[in-house]
């Protein structure tokens, strides 16, 4: 069985940081893609960041570029966010999802780890 | 950007009924799209990839149809599990973009 289990979600001060960790079990890790998509509280799904299998293509949306590094650990079949200069705004939960075999989409989802930047 | 626009906002249907919600793109995506279906404090589920193809172990009742700039996801007989709030994206262009989310609720 897929499973995905985020964690390091906490509250912060705006201009903090935090990493968040995404741990993967019951497929090939190092075979697939992995995104991070974050939800704000009572708002739609925002894709935030992309790695490739092997880490060599990575992207980030506007909104977090230069400020969030995405990385992974195939040996440990892990993912990461490191987020500096939290802003109010990145307030949200991330969930981590793998990429589809076929495509772009998000075919497998963690449960998410809440993130809260406030003063 | 990629504009992702689904229609209705809020949809209130009454169980056995047939669903169509609406998603319609700024700019062509092709086939490039997926559907996602989300309950209260849960993650999102992968309905419909590549416009049409249901994941595996999505009910028949939920088909997606449509390309270039107007796709549209249906259920067939809505079932007292299938309230939710359902959301399009397209993957077709970086980067990534999500409609706003239609919300299937209880009349």
């Known amino acids: 069985e897929v499973q995905l289990v985020e964690s390091g979600g906490d509250l912060v001060h705006p201009g903090g940081s935090l990493r968040l960790s995404c741990a993967a079990s019951?497929?090939?890790?190092?075979?697939?893609?992995m995104n991070w998509v974050r939800q704000a509280p009572g708002k739609g799904l925002e894709w935030v960041s992309y790695?490739?299998?092997?880490?060599?293509?990575?992207h980030y949306a506007d909104s977090v570029k230069g400020r969030f590094t995405i990385s992974r650990d195939n040996a440990k079949n892990s993912l990461y966010l490191q987020m500096n200069s939290l802003r109010d705004e990145d307030t949200a939960v991330y969930y981590c999802?793998?990429?589809?075999?076929?495509?772009?989409?998000?075919?497998?989802w963690g449960q998410g780890t809440l993130v809260t930047v406030s003063s | 950007d990629i504009v992702m626009t689904q229609s209705p906002a809020t949809l209130s249907v009454s169980p056995g009924e047939r669903v169509t919600l609406s998603c319609r793109a700024s700019?062509?995506?092709?086939?490039?799209l997926a559907w996602y279906q989300q309950k209260p404090g849960q993650a999102p589920r992968l309905l419909i990839y590549?416009?049409?193809t249901r994941d595996t172990g999505i009910p028949g009742r939920f088909s997606g149809s449509g390309s270039g700039t107007e796709l549209t996801l249906t259920i067939s007989s809505l079932q007292s599990e299938d309230f939710a709030v359902y959301y399009c994206?397209?993957?077709?262009?970086?980067?990534?973009?999500f409609g706003q989310g239609t919300k299937v609720e209880i009349k």
């Open positions: 999802a793998s990429s589809g075999w076929y495509g772009y989409y998000f075919d497998y």
């Open positions: 019951g497929f090939t890790f190092s075979s697939y893609s």
């Open positions: 790695i490739s299998s092997s880490s060599s293509t990575i």
């Open positions: 700019q062509s995506v092709s086939s490039n």
């Open positions: 590549g416009a049409s």
């Open positions: 994206q397209q993957y077709h262009k970086w980067p990534w973009t």
